[in-house]
């Protein structure tokens, strides 16, 4: 069994009287690809730079590879890579030499040619960062994280502004860190990114944790009734077995249930032999994003301040 | 690799993207030199004979009063608006972030602004001998050499200090102008002051740009001694170490929002 690279107990941070994190639990094991979830100002960037050890926490406990990060101890930080939110580097520098000089803060970097063109960025080689574009300063980022060749890589909305292809690519990226045994701390706004990407999924709401799975199956997501919907022929009625399911919605009709199958076949057979045809027919389960929307949602209004 | 080597190889890398950058080259670089030509068309370049037989040029003053300048301008000027940037871009947490000791990425900006400093000086020195006639220090040099190198240290420390109250980055160009353009104007370095009223004389003496001064052009050139100003020297050490204690306690690796 994999042992623990993140391990946090009860953490809990305020900003003034606003309290951030209000006693949250987690743990991440090696080489998972875990992603913290939530809206903004859910407290995400609070976790993960607490993690990172550029804030201090207010109380809990809070372990990464056997470290506390609130020490700076230097030999965490050699096994840490870091994408932040926004950063910086030098303008004047080119990829190759940035990347270069991060290497040489570490004991065993990751050969420098490997690094670049992990990111994709070996046409970029010898440009300066001046001349990068958005995404490419991005894998910038990410290429300096991989420069000591860390264990964990804390990723803080890694994809934000990219286009639909380099988003692609950095997923892309990012599942070959998960094969090379990396354990990844992924935080983000994007479905998408966490249904392709994570194992595991937490979600974060006003400070608390609200939702704990895997995206699939994540608040019962795989049990919740589907959604069949389609375009009911004109003069027709519907069979007595699912009529009292129907719900109409303008046009269309939609079916919640928790028997698709039994559901669909009665519904089909009835068409069938009526010889109708339904338009727009569609089966549909809740996506993460439905799932996501509902507890966020929930959860604001309970976990507001009294 | 040990920490000192990962100094000097940080420096490395800090004159590289020093020398890359247009702005920062011509301000540190040029901008003396101009000051230089400037004074010596508005002031003349006359001799003045300043002891029995002993006949200099007017530009052995300017000299070391224009080397003063170009040291605070290579060393606080440029170590408070660099640090700035880097901090508001992101750059510093970065840094932060990885396992670069915090005193060696330091040690390495204000290395890199010592030895800038020192070239400044010696092609200031160079330039007012080969093309204004300065006389060039012998007997101190010693005294002069270290005084530049106390000076030049001073004043890093003090552009590592000021970063603390410096909101962002846009605004650190006038907030450093501002802390030093009038202390360089009641501090003999761009104008000697003849008689000033005393207020105003006490005044440029609670700050170190007038020990610096003096320190450096009264050990350019001497008649006779060492040339070495030691009470000038305790006091810009005094200051170094306050501002290395403002430093230490508030310095900020984060940009500030």
């Known amino acids: 069994m994999a042992g623990i690279a993140v391990e946090v107990l009860d953490l809990r941070k305020s900003y003034g009287s606003l309290q951030a994190l209000r006693g949250i639990s987690f743990s991440v094991a090696e080489g998972e690809v875990f992603a913290l979830l939530g809206p903004n100002g859910a407290g995400k960037t609070t976790t993960v730079e607490i993690l990172e050890g550029f804030r201090r926490r207010d109380g809990g406990q809070v372990s990464v590879l056997g470290f506390d990060p609130a020490l700076g101890d230097r030999r965490l930080k050699q096994q840490m890579g870091i994408v932040l939110q926004t950063s910086g580097v030098d303008p004047y520098l080119t990829v190759a030499e940035t990347v270069e000089m991060f290497r040489g803060y570490y004991p065993k970097p990751r050969p420098l040619n490997e690094v670049i063109s992990l990111v994709g960025l070996t046409d970029k080689k010898d440009s300066r960062v001046t001349k990068l574009s958005g995404g490419q300063r991005r894998r910038l980022d990410v290429a300096i994280a991989l420069a000591g060749d860390p264990s964990v890589l804390f990723l803080d909305e890694p994809t934000t502004g990219f286009d639909p292809g380099a988003r692609r690519n950095a997923w892309e990226v990012i599942k070959g860190l998960k094969d090379l045994g990396k354990t990844i701390f992924l935080t983000s706004h994007s479905m998408d990114e966490v249904q392709f990407l994570a194992d595991r999924v937490v979600i974060i709401s006003a400070g608390r944790i609200v939702a704990e799975g895997t995206p699939d199956t994540l608040a019962g997501r795989e049990k919740a009734a589907a959604s069949i919907r389609f375009k009911l022929p004109p003069a027709s009625e519907l069979p007595a077995a699912i009529r009292s399911q129907a719900k109409a919605h303008g046009d269309f009709i939609s079916i919640e249930t928790q028997d698709p199958t039994r559901a669909l076949y009665e519904l089909t057979s009835w068409a069938v032999q009526a010889q109708l045809t339904l338009e727009g027919l569609e089966v549909t389960r809740p996506s993460l994003e439905d799932v996501y929307l509902e507890i966020t949602e929930g959860s604001e209004t309970a976990g507001a301040p009294a | ?257």
């Not at chain 2, 370095?189 to 009264?218: E, T, Y």
């Not at chain 2, 040339?227 to 005094?238: E, M, P, R, S, Y």
């Open chain 2, 1 to 257: 690799m040990s920490d000192v080597r990962l100094a000097l190889r940080q420096v490395w890398y800090i004159n590289k993207a020093f020398v890359r950058n247009p702005a920062s080259l011509f301000f540190t670089l040029i901008f003396p030199l101009m000051f230089l030509v400037i004074f010596s068309v508005i002031f003349g370049n006359g001799r003045i004979e300043v002891g029995p037989g002993t006949i200099v040029r007017v530009a052995t003053f300017y000299v070391p009063s224009i080397a003063a300048f170009s040291v605070i301008t290579a060393c606080y000027t440029n170590i408070a608006i660099s640090l700035t940037f880097a901090r508001d871009s992101g750059a510093l947490k970065r840094i932060h972030g990885s396992p670069l000791p915090v005193w060696s990425y330091m040690f390495a900006r204000i290395f890199h602004a010592v030895v800038i400093a020192i070239l400044l000086v010696a092609i200031c020195a160079a330039f007012g001998a080969v093309f204004y006639g300065a006389t060039l220090p012998t007997a101190t040099l010693p005294a002069f050499a270290l005084t530049l190198v106390v000076g030049a240290a001073v004043f890093c420390v003090l552009g590592v200090a000021l970063t603390a109250v410096v909101p962002n980055a846009d605004a650190s160009p006038a907030v450093v102008n501002g802390t030093i353009l009038p202390l360089l104007f009641i501090s003999n370095v761009f104008i000697p002051l003849q008689n000033p009223p005393q207020w105003l004389d006490i005044l440029g003496k609670l700050f170190p740009v007038r020990h610096f001064a003096d320190a450096l052009i009264g050990s350019f050139f001497q008649l006779s001694g060492s040339g070495l100003h030691t009470n000038d020297l305790i006091v810009l050490a005094a200051w170094g170490i306050g501002g290395a204690v403002v430093a230490i306690r508030f310095f900020q690796w984060e940009p500030r929002v």
